[in-house]
C-alpha cells in the first residue's frame, strides 16, 4: 500500500517567516496534490502537481515535485496569519483513490 | 462555479441505526469518491465509483455500501452504527480519473453516534 508521510506534523512560525513542508511518499507516482484544510472544513485544492520538477506557486505558497526523490515540498513564503490552517498532500497512483499525508497543522503567530 | 454538495450536513444517530450521506458531484465529473476523517486524523479512503461502476475500495467496513446513480450522485448508507464511525465524511468528484485532475471535496457531513 501506498504511504505518504508529512513533516513535520506541527508547525508554529511568527509572520514574515519562511518554511518548508515536506511530503513523502513510497511507490512511484507522478501526481501529487496539495489540500488545505480549516478546522471543521472541507480540504480546499491548493495544487496539482502531474510531472517531475513541477513547479506551481500561488500567492505566498508555492510547490514542487521530485518524483525520483518521492518527494514533494510546499514552501511558505512570508508567511501570514490567515495561512493558519492544516495542509495535506495526497498521492494518487492508481487514478482511482487519493493517498493522504498525516497532515501538517500550520499556525502562524502574528 | 457548482461545488459538490453533500447532505446532510450534520446528522446524529443512536448506535445500532443506520444512516444515508448523500454526495452530488460536480457537473460533467463522473467519478467520486468517499472519505471518512477522524478527530485530528488525515481523510481515509472509503470507496470511489467510475462512470457508475465501483472502482476501488478501501477501509470500509462491511456495514457499509456505497453506489453511484445513473445521474452520477453517490450514496453511502451505513449500518448497525458504532460510537467509533462518529467522523466527518467526504465526498469528492472528479473528472474522468485518467486525466489526471484533482478532487474537489465537498462541505462534509458530520456524523455523530451516540
Known amino acids: 500500500e501506498l504511504k505518504v508521510e508529512q513533516n513535520p506534523l506541527f508547525l508554529s512560525m511568527q509572520e514574515g517567516k519562511n518554511y518548508t513542508i515536506y511530503c513523502n511518499y513510497s511507490?512511484?507516482?507522478?501526481?501529487l496534490y496539495w489540500y488545505r484544510q480549516d478546522p471543521g472544513k472541507s480540504l480546499e485544492s491548493l495544487f496539482v502537481?502531474?510531472?517531475?520538477?513541477a513547479v506551481k506557486q500561488e500567492g505566498r505558497l508555492m510547490a514542487s515535485l521530485d518524483t525520483k526523490a518521492r518527494l514533494s515540498t510546499l514552501h511558505i513564503t512570508a508567511a501570514v496569519h490567515d495561512l493558519s490552517a492544516t495542509y495535506f498532500c495526497?498521492?494518487?497512483?492508481?487514478?482511482?483513490?487519493?493517498?493522504f499525508g498525516t497532515g501538517t497543522s500550520l499556525t502562524v503567530i502574528p | 462555479a457548482a461545488g459538490v454538495i453533500q447532505s446532510p450536513r450534520h446528522l446524529i444517530k443512536e448506535k445500532r441505526e443506520t444512516a444515508t450521506l448523500k454526495c452530488y458531484p460536480i457537473?460533467?465529473?463522473?467519478?467520486v469518491y468517499w472519505y471518512q476523517q477522524g478527530p485530528g486524523q488525515d481523510p481515509q479512503f472509503l470507496i470511489s465509483?467510475?462512470?457508475?461502476?465501483?472502482?476501488d475500495k478501501g477501509s470500509i467496513p462491511d456495514r457499509f455500501s456505497a453506489q453511484q446513480f445513473s445521474d452520477y450522485h453517490s450514496e453511502l448508507n451505513m449500518s448497525s452504527l458504532e460510537l467509533g464511525d462518529s467522523a466527518l465524511y467526504f465526498c469528492?468528484?472528479?473528472?474522468?480519473?485518467?486525466?489526471?485532475?484533482?478532487?474537489?471535496f465537498g462541505q462534509g457531513t458530520r456524523l455523530t453516534v451516540v
Open positions: 465509483f467510475y462512470e457508475k461502476m465501483q472502482s
Open positions: 457537473p460533467r465529473h463522473d467519478t
Open positions: 469528492a468528484s472528479s473528472l474522468d480519473p485518467y486525466m489526471n485532475t484533482e478532487a474537489f
Open positions: 511507490t512511484t507516482s507522478d501526481r
Open positions: 495526497a498521492v494518487d497512483n492508481t487514478g482511482n483513490q487519493f493517498y
Open positions: 502537481l502531474l510531472s517531475n520538477g
